[in-house]
């Protein structure tokens, strides 16, 4: 079955590297996301990796996969007050229609 | 490009209404998807449909309804409310399967 699992909380200092952490449990997974929520708004699709890939760049962002212990990453370089948020990974299973959240990591900017 | 559009953006109720929400997904995306936010249980799907066929559904009680309609735009329906139904329902487009998800900006329901 599908479980997704993040810490809930993380605080880093303005312009130190974020790494957030997600495990997953469904080895069938096929798309890897992570999303960015903003507080009274939806959620913003900040990147996503697919199975088959070990990493993913996208600017200040960097997705690393490690399907063997299934546990996912999400880096942001040089951490800024706009970061600040609450941060879902979610795994979406080939057939299943539906994507599985973690129950996100809300990230604290440090000045 | 205009983005996923849910409306209406807030909704308070009284227990015992019904409630009505609709989303209008992203020009030629044809799966709609529905998903409650509540701080006790985190996001929880509550139904998809493609091509106006639901194609999967989640653990909530036959309160909770949906429909999709042939232009892709989508419903879903709250009967009886209860406090507990109090909740952010996000509303995600996808172009197709295994493919990415857009979320709408949600719509807040209170329920008193």
């Known amino acids: 079955g599908e479980d997704v699992e993040q810490s809930l909380f993380l605080s880093v200092r303005e312009g130190d590297s974020s790494v957030i952490n997600c495990t997953y449990t469904?080895?069938?997974?096929?798309?890897l996301y992570w999303y960015k929520q903003e507080p009274g708004a939806g959620l913003q699709l900040l990147t996503y990796i697919f199975s088959n890939m070990d990493m993913k760049q996208d600017q200040r962002l960097t997705v690393l996969l490690n399907k063997k212990d299934k546990h996912l990453s999400l880096r942001i370089a040089d951490t800024q007050t706009g970061d600040s948020a609450i941060y879902f990974c979610?795994?979406?299973?080939?057939?299943?229609?539906?994507?599985?959240f973690g129950t996100g990591t809300r990230l604290t900017i440090i000045p | 490009k205009a983005g996923v559009t849910q409306t209406p953006r807030y909704l308070i109720k009284t227990r015992g209404q019904q409630v009505t929400l609709s989303c209008s997904p992203i020009s030629g995306h044809r799966s709609v998807s529905w998903y409650q936010q509540t701080p006790g249980q985190g996001l929880q799907f509550l139904f998809e449909y493609f091509s106006e066929t639901q194609r999967n559904k989640g653990n909530f009680p036959g309160r909770f309804s949906g429909r999709q309609f042939s232009n892709s735009r989508s419903e879903m329906n709250v009967s009886t409310l209860e406090l507990g139904d109090s909740a952010l329902y996000l509303c995600?487009?996808?172009?197709?399967?295994?493919?990415?998800?857009?979320f709408g900006q949600g719509t807040r329901l209170t329920v008193v």
């Open positions: 469904d080895s069938s997974s096929t798309y």
């Open positions: 995600a487009s996808r172009r197709g399967r295994d493919t990415e998800a857009f």
């Open positions: 979610a795994e979406d299973v080939f057939g299943n229609e539906k994507l599985t």
